[in-house]
């Protein structure tokens, strides 16, 4: 592993002395972050570590203060902060081989870094606050530079995927765990606790806050609660939770159904094999919003199909039907953050392609290449609100509204996958992990 990490930095620092070069800077610090106070207390919310320091200190996720210094065809240095606190625990001197990649240096006093960093020259520093330190000339998060940035981290590195394809591995066994929950009927909040468990995670190490919605709530795309009172009927757990390895996220969902043989049960498995059938279009030089729109028109043929809306294909699309029932993107760029960094840009400089006006909610707008990593995550809702926007217009003759009404109970679909664009096609890491633990086609 550590001569993938080699290799990761080694890319990074050719990328990077790129992007300085264009932008006339001869230096860039990347900062940690500070955990943020809240409002009238003296208590912290929990840290996170930005992402850009993140992508070339992974082993460092809980390091606030600190700060990397990076300058054209030189070995990167890392300011550690190791105050002289005895309320908390401080870091040590790191050791192991990514070491090897950087200068480090430890210091307690905030204010030295001013007298350590003095003459750099032209520097710009990326964070989400300016620390006192910094020289008066120096550029704060410059968006030329950033642009620069955003755009080059959609192409992982092989330790990137490496780190997401152990992610994936980590979130399927929660996923497993969580179903095994729902089938014993426990509470939203048990699932989430269970799920924690299987993990290994607690919620700090979470990428996101689990979706754990059961019933009526899967019909709420990022249903924030997890109610601890057991519903009186089972009949749904939608799923979306996700996990991270070394600050790589893995996101994933899944829908189960208490009753196999349901009508509901019969939209799960066709929404799976329309997913499963779109996945081979997920290769280099693919255009995600056709993706997208190829996603509706499959979707289109299931509400026909399963008589729900009395039109063709054709139809739906063209009255935006089916908009209603699948109202999100298909997917987004992952990485080290969850919707990661550059979805709608098209070149280094910060050229934009906005989503299309019918499709006002996709992340990711790019042509795709091999090194992307992408999420596919189709979804089929009975949601209270857009169903009446959709009842009173003209395009609502045409939808069975007592079979959605019977269908309102159940909320809601979404299955969502974790792949990576390849060479040769691309390589699913979530179903690659279920399989690895012995529930392929979970």
Request: with cysteine.
């Amino acid at each position: 592993m550590h001569e993938l990490f080699k290799q990761h930095i080694e890319i990074l620092s050719a990328r990077f002395d790129r992007a300085l070069q264009a932008c006339n800077l001869e230096a860039l610090l990347l900062g940690s972050g500070q955990a943020p106070r809240r409002f009238l207390d003296d208590n912290h919310y929990p840290f996170r570590a930005h992402p850009p320091f993140v992508q070339w200190l992974p082993h460092l996720t809980q390091h606030p203060g600190s700060w990397l210094l990076l300058r054209p065809g030189r070995m990167p240095v890392l300011y550690l902060y190791c105050p002289d606190d005895f309320w908390h625990q401080t870091p040590e001197a790191p050791t192991g081989d990514w070491t090897r990649c950087f200068e480090i240096e430890c210091f307690a006093d905030p204010n030295w870094l001013g007298t350590a960093l003095a003459g750099l020259g032209r520097t710009a520093l990326i964070a989400a606050e300016r620390p006192a330190f910094a020289a008066q000339d120096w550029q704060h998060n410059p968006a030329a530079l950033m642009t620069r940035l955003d755009f080059e981290r959609a192409i992982k590195t092989d330790w990137e995927l490496a780190c997401l394809r152990r992610a994936n591995h980590i979130a399927a066994a929660g996923h497993i765990a969580a179903q095994q929950l729902f089938a014993t009927g426990a509470s939203e909040y048990r699932i989430h606790q269970g799920y924690l468990a299987a993990t290994d995670h607690n919620e700090r190490d979470l990428p996101y806050d689990n979706i754990v919605a059961l019933n009526e709530h899967a019909a709420v795309l990022h249903y924030q609660f997890q109610q601890r009172e057991i519903p009186a009927v089972h009949r749904t757990l939608l799923f979306d939770a996700g996990a991270t390895h070394l600050g790589y996220a893995a996101d994933i969902t899944r829908t189960h159904v208490a009753d196999a043989s349901s009508r509901f049960a019969e939209l799960v498995a066709a929404l799976d094999s329309a997913q499963q059938a779109l996945l081979p279009q997920v290769r280099a030089g693919a255009d995600f919003p056709e993706l997208h729109r190829q996603m509706h028109q499959r979707l289109a043929q299931i509400l026909a199909d399963s008589g729900l809306v009395r039109a063709s294909v054709e139809a739906q699309l063209e009255q935006g039907i089916t908009r209603t029932f699948f109202p999100h993107g298909l997917g987004h760029l992952l990485g080290l953050q969850v919707h990661d960094v550059g979805g709608w840009q098209q070149d280094s400089v910060g050229t934009l392609r906005e989503p299309p006006l019918e499709h006002p909610f996709l992340r990711l707008t790019r042509t795709l290449e091999p090194g992307y990593v992408v999420t596919i995550e189709p979804g089929l809702y009975f949601i209270p609100s857009l169903l009446e926007r959709l009842r009173q217009a003209p395009a609502g003759r045409v939808v069975d509204w007592s079979g959605v009404e019977a269908l309102l109970p159940y909320g809601g679909i979404r299955i969502e996958d974790n792949v990576a664009v390849t060479e040769e096609g691309s390589e699913n890491f979530t179903r690659d992990a279920f399989a690895a633990a012995g529930q392929e086609g979970f």
